[in-house]
């Protein structure tokens, strides 16, 4: 994974969902420093206390997980 800058910037990433056989994704605002900290994105929705601590993510449900570059 490429590591985002460290500025206090924050990085979108998009969830992928699947329920009951239909796909959904949900985009979230992350800390870019919790994303250069972890080496996958899964590790920092499973085990970052600071990203824990304000986000509930259903990894039963979880399919994919990515970074969104910028769109400029």
Request: hydrophobic residues 40%.
């Amino acid at each position: 994974m490429r590591a985002p800058h460290t500025d206090g910037a924050r990085v979108t990433v998009r969830l992928l969902f699947v329920e009951d056989g239909a796909f959904h994704h949900e985009e979230i605002q992350v800390p870019a420093e919790a994303v250069a900290r972890n080496e996958r994105l899964i590790d920092l929705l499973q085990e970052e206390p600071e990203f824990l601590r304000r986000t509930y993510v259903d990894l039963e449900r979880l399919c994919a997980a990515h970074l969104v570059e910028d769109q400029e």
